[in-house]
């Protein structure tokens, strides 16, 4: 019959309008700002970084080795090194950003940034309440507005968050093991070295035969 579709599809309009007054899974409409639908984990916005720890600065896990800016396509990250070292989360000094900048208004959100760092710094936000009057300057997110806890990390993805901290700590104790590893086995070379020595300063010296008399 003509129109049988058309039909139907009214019928479940009608059958959702209806329906929202008296189920709340079929009220779709949610009254934003006031209310907030929920967002999944894996939603991303913009890249931020991650320090662990109170301070920025000390525990920013960047070290400025500029991966993301070389892969970033449309080119909107901006790093600056550093000229003095800090220790990062398994004690070796490495470099830091002193200027780190990423340009939402190109940022593309990929996530090429994130799948390319070696050391777990970036990660993408889901913030998306970023409008401004201002189109440029604004736009431009510095080091400071770019830097956010790992506890917030945990707050808004967490199960990433729990794998991530798990890699990390599992390559901390790994260098931990092989540096115990090193120096126990430097300490047993010492200690080999000194025993041979001393073996050889206790031992008497050997008396060496005299010449024989020369035939006349």
Request: glycine share 4%; aromatic share 8%; proline share 8%.
């Amino acid at each position: 019959m003509i129109g049988t579709g058309i039909l139907k599809g009214m019928a479940v309009t009608l059958r959702n309008f209806a329906g929202s007054y008296f189920e709340k899974d079929r009220l779709t409409t949610v009254q934003y700002p006031e209310e907030r639908s929920p967002l999944p984990e894996n939603y991303r916005n913009f890249p931020f970084l991650i320090y662990d720890g109170d301070d920025p600065h000390a525990g920013l896990r960047c070290v400025a080795c500029k991966i993301c800016e070389k892969e970033c396509p449309p080119q909107c990250i901006y790093i600056v090194k550093s000229d003095d070292k800090k220790p990062d989360y398994m004690g070796k000094p490495q470099f830091y950003p002193k200027v780190f900048d990423i340009d939402i208004s190109v940022c593309m959100s990929c996530q090429i940034c994130v799948e390319v760092c070696p050391f777990e710094a970036i990660k993408m936000d889901n913030e998306f309440e970023l409008s401004k009057r201002e189109r440029f300057d604004q736009l431009l997110l510095r080091k400071d507005e770019l830097s956010k806890s790992n506890e917030y990390y945990h707050r808004i993805h967490p199960v990433e968050a729990g794998a991530v901290d798990k890699n990390l700590a599992d390559a901390a104790a790994a260098a931990e093991a092989k540096k115990k590893a090193a120096a126990e086995a430097a300490a047993k070379a010492a200690a080999a070295k000194a025993a041979a020595a001393a073996v050889a300063a206790a031992k008497p010296p050997t008396d060496e035969p005299s010449p024989s008399p020369a035939s006349s």
